[in-house]
């Protein structure tokens, strides 16, 4: 699903000014992740993943793909939205503009579809989560020339780093398993840990991480099922998965005291609105709103596939990704939420620190 849920972000760039001059603290926000996050990066590689064709982009503003992984807007963009900020543009679009470096600076989405936290996943198709770090460093080096050193750690330190990343990865581990799911997912982790680090050294101090949503209810994996009932097993990997971070995250707060974040349990979100469905608005929680077949998920969304004429009643727009209604929802969850579905502090609790 290189991304299930959950559920991608950006921010009007807020700037408040100390003096006069160069004296300016802007907030921005930094995207990094899969196809739940991508805003046209992968529209820029040599891939066969790639959403820039109908019908995605059916509900979004001019009813034109984008390269976004949804009918509409996805988990980024109302990321951004409801924190006020503008949604950051992909990279590859702006990476060799005249003026990168101040474009830079009001916020860059590196989200790519297909992407994980191993290089080996979907390797070759997309840009892996240490590949979009290589490019941050590489915006990083433009910007710091741009405003000087102390004025990139005081925007960085204020700046949100956005991370929706890991369902691929558990999407491979699932058709291929060499190794037991705390074996995988403690590999995982370790390298995750390592590449929040890198960030947290180019000077990020707030991390919104926005975990995997339960990738057995994508309908990718119901659809291997008569009964079209979640993968157990799928979700088990998840939740694995989801506690690790978690913890992660907590043991780099008690490392680094400057350090502040934000977790969602996309997972835990996501199994409400399926479960008490009709009171947010969905009357179809199992089939994908644009696809074919069984459960429409047999043949992924395409110009000749099945489209529904009610994607706000859907809560999957295609085999793996959420509806923009479905990520309206869960991205409000992480936002203004509260634990147990955010913790130990909501995104908009983050913002203002």
């Not at 006069?20 to 891939?47: E, I, P, R």
Request: charged share 15%; aromatic share 10%; glycine share 8%.
């Amino acid at each position: 699903m290189a991304a299930l849920l959950l559920l991608p972000l950006l921010f009007f760039s807020l700037m408040s000014t100390e003096g006069v001059g160069q004296n300016v603290v802007q907030k921005s926000v930094y995207v990094f992740g899969d196809s739940l996050a991508d805003v046209g990066n992968n529209n820029h590689l040599v891939t066969i993943l790639k959403a820039n064709f109908p019908h995605n982009g059916v509900d979004f503003a001019g009813g034109k793909a984008t390269g976004r992984y949804c009918n509409g807007k996805n988990a980024a963009d109302f990321l951004a939205e409801k924190l006020g900020l503008l949604s950051p543009p992909p990279y590859l679009a702006i990476n060799s503009s005249p003026n990168n470096s101040q474009l830079f600076l009001n916020g860059v989405n590196f989200a790519s579809g297909g992407a994980g936290v191993l290089d080996s996943t979907n390797k070759g198709e997309c840009l892996s989560l240490n590949k979009q770090i290589d490019y941050f460093s590489t915006a990083y080096a433009s910007m710091v020339e741009e405003i000087g050193a102390v004025q990139a750690h005081s925007h960085f330190s204020s700046s949100i780093f956005a991370f929706l990343i890991g369902s691929n990865d558990i999407f491979a581990f699932l058709k291929n398993k060499k190794a037991t799911p705390l074996q995988f997912v403690g590999s995982l982790i370790s390298t995750l840990q390592l590449q929040l680090k890198k960030m947290y050294n180019f000077g990020a101090r707030k991390f919104v991480f926005i975990g995997t949503g339960p990738l057995g209810c994508c309908p990718a994996q119901r659809k291997q099922s008569k009964s079209g009932d979640c993968d157990a097993s799928a979700n088990a990997v998840s939740n694995l998965y989801n506690q690790a971070a978690a913890s992660l995250l907590q043991d780099m707060k008690s490392q680094f005291n400057d350090m502040s974040y934000s977790f969602f349990n996309t997972s835990l979100a996501l199994l409400e609105l399926i479960h008490d469905s009709t009171n947010y608005g969905f009357t179809e929680t199992k089939a994908a709103c644009c696809g074919l077949g069984n459960l429409n998920a047999q043949v992924a969304c395409t110009p000749v596939s099945a489209l529904c004429s009610d994607r706000k009643n859907h809560l999957f727009w295609d085999l793996y990704h959420p509806t923009e209604a479905a990520a309206a929802i869960l991205i409000s969850d992480a936002v203004y939420g509260t634990s147990p579905l955010v913790y130990p502090l909501n995104v908009r609790q983050l913002s203002v620190l």
